[in-house]
């Protein structure tokens, strides 16, 4: 049997070599989360300690990134929750070779905790990055949920920065008869 090889990435905070494209010592000085709760929704980090992060979800390896974000808070989150619940991305479309939605979700699997994928899609594939809130509102998500009805959900993204996706994907949910009982971000922008 042949040794799995380990590949050795330069930390993309520090710039060192490391084992993980963010090393142990940027995990430990810039990735300590802080659980917050605003309006139904927990988030782990302040904005701007990692949205230089967010934006490898447009990168081939940003899954590696997303993983770590997601080791370092929504593990711990998940792991403190001893009820039952679905986990549901919300628009885990692969992109660039994998969902950093998903990514999410299965980093939260646990014994509670169970992941559901590919059920709740935006029909709008325009991007939201950078859009006023205006823009957002004219150019709603029109989300569409094929999945089980009378289920309570955890609701996952990466960022909720109006709110107004999050608010969308619970009232397509709602309509299709799903309970989500909160949603999980990395971060929050509003306070």
């Not at 770590?68 to 919300?90: G, Q």
């Not at 992109?95 to 899609?121: E, F, N």
């Not at 325009?126 to 998500?141: D, F, H, V």
């Not at 089980?148 to 959900?153: A, N, Q, R, T």
Request: net charge positive; proline share 3%.
């Amino acid at each position: 049997m042949a040794k799995k090889r380990k590949t050795i990435f330069k930390c993309i905070l520090c710039n060192t070599f490391s084992f993980e494209i963010i090393c142990k010592k940027c995990q430990e000085k810039y990735l300590k989360p802080k659980i917050r709760q605003n309006e139904g929704i927990v988030s782990f980090y302040d904005y701007k300690t990692i949205q230089h992060l967010i934006k490898y979800k447009y990168h081939r390896f940003g899954h590696r990134v997303f993983e770590i974000l997601a080791k370092n808070s929504l593990i711990y989150f998940a792991r403190n929750v001893k009820e039952d619940f679905y986990i549901l991305p919300v628009d885990d479309r692969i992109k660039k070779g994998y969902s950093h939605t998903a990514v999410l979700a299965r980093c939260m699997k646990t014994m509670y905790l169970k992941p559901l994928y590919g059920l709740l899609h935006s029909q709008n594939n325009i991007s939201y990055a950078g859009k006023t809130l205006e823009y957002r509102l004219k150019n709603p998500r029109n989300f569409h949920y094929n999945g089980p009805s009378g289920i309570d959900v955890i609701l996952v993204d990466d960022i909720s920065t109006t709110g107004l996706t999050l608010k969308q994907a619970r009232e397509c949910l709602e309509k299709n008869g799903v309970n989500v009982a909160l949603s999980v971000v990395l971060a929050n922008l509003r306070k």
